[in-house]
Structure formats: C-alpha cells, structure tokens
C-alpha cells in the first residue's frame, strides 16, 4: 500500500460544484501539503499544514480551503469549482526535520467543464 | 516572495552527462532539492543540498553555492529512463514553505 494515498485519483465535475480531495498518510509525518501541477508551471503550493491546529496559505490558495482532521489526513476542497482549476493535484508529506524530501501521493487529476 | 529558475529543456545522446542548472531567490534559505517526475507519475526525491558544494549519489550528483544562489543537478552516463522533468525546489522561510522551480524536460535521445 502507498505511504500517502490520495482520492480520487480522476475527478470530472461541472462549473460551481464543491469538490474535496482527500489525502490520508502512514508515514507518521506532521508536515502535510498540496499542491496544483499545471503544464509548465512546475508544482505550486496551494495550503500547508505542520499540525492540526496549524494551516498556512502557499502561494496559491484563492478559491480553495483544507482542512486538517487528523494527524494523518489533510483535504482540499474547491467550494465553487471553475475551469481553470482543471489540473493535477498533489499531496505530500515530510518529516519536521530539514531533509528536503518530500513524499506525494500519486495525483488527483481534476477537470472542471 | 521566492522565485526559482531553470532552462525549461535539454537534450543529450545516451551515455552523455548532462547539468542543470537552477538559481534561486528566497528568504531564510534552508537548502535546495532536487526531484524527478517521469509522465503521469508523482516526483521523486533525488538529492537534497544544505551545505555548500557537491552531493553524489550513484549516476546522480548535485551541487549548492549558497552565496551565489545557485545549484546544479548532475547526471552522468545518461540513460533512456532519464528522459523526465527535474525540479529543483527550496526549503523557504526557514523551513516552513517549500518550492518548487518551473522544471526541467530531459530528453534523451539513442
């Protein structure tokens, strides 16, 4: 089984659907994190997360909002999805030391008509 | 705010060595990683730089000057598989943010 899985894997909704995407985790990590892959544009960093009690805006964070359940569960949800939030999103976990490793889940692919 | 670049292309012959090359801005700079992402798959972590100078592991070999703040990833004795996308990203605001470059496509050809 993956250490971080990450549901749906593909996801086809319409415009002004509200849409999460979960990611739950067994490698015991506190560092949670998601981001949004679009071509050319490398992964960029949507919200973060260090613990339960703590969430930060990356460098992209309009139109979405997480929520950190547990330990190891970290969601992502587009309250009103719109087409130009069609992309490939991954989750990723580290530990709290400065490895510089991150391990992804294998991708939710969203497409907003 | 924190940017990164890297050339978005490169293409050598197998058996070549090939380097990419990544500068970086950021504050509270903690170090520099390199990952991996072959097509439809996730990154995987390559090598990770704290320190200045270069890291080797196995074919792969990466390098940081901090005062520069510049990188590079090594690969030697290219091979078919290593035709994917390399990034390079940084730990930023000590440690608390991590980001990633554009990307680099790898291409190698027989």
């Known amino acids: 089984d993956a250490d971080v899985t990450q549901t749906p894997r593909n996801r086809i909704t319409k415009t002004g659907k509200r849409i999460m995407l979960e990611c739950s985790q067994t490698?015991?990590?506190?560092?949670m994190y998601w981001y949004r892959q679009d071509p050319g544009l490398g992964l960029r960093l949507i919200y973060y997360?260090?613990?339960?009690?703590?969430?930060n805006k990356g460098e992209i964070s309009d139109g979405y909002s997480v929520s950190r359940q547990a330990q190891a569960k970290f969601s992502l949800s587009l309250e009103s999805a719109i087409p130009n939030q069609t992309a490939l999103y991954f989750c990723?976990?580290?530990?709290?030391?400065?490895?510089?490793?991150?391990?992804f889940g294998e991708g939710s692919r969203l497409t907003v008509l | 705010g924190q940017s990164l670049e890297q050339p978005s292309e490169v293409t050598a012959v197998e058996g070549a060595i090939v380097q990419i090359n990544c500068t970086y801005q950021?504050?509270?700079?903690?170090?520099l990683s390199w990952y991996q992402q072959h097509d439809g798959g996730a990154p995987t972590f390559l090598s990770y730089?704290?320190?200045?100078g270069l890291e080797e592991t196995g074919r792969f070999s990466s390098f940081l000057s901090r005062s520069d703040s510049y990188g590079y990833l090594l690969l030697q004795e290219l091979q078919m598989k290593d035709s994917a996308s390399y990034f390079c990203?940084?730990?930023?605001?000590?440690?608390?943010?991590?980001?990633f470059g554009p990307g680099t496509r790898l291409s190698v050809l027989p």
């Open positions: 990723a976990t580290r530990t709290g030391e400065n490895t510089g490793e991150l391990f």
């Open positions: 490698k015991g990590h506190d560092r």
């Open positions: 997360s260090f613990d339960v009690k703590d969430i």
């Open positions: 950021t504050s509270g700079f903690y170090g």
């Open positions: 730089n704290a320190l200045d």
């Open positions: 990203a940084v730990d930023d605001n000590y440690g608390q943010n991590f980001v």
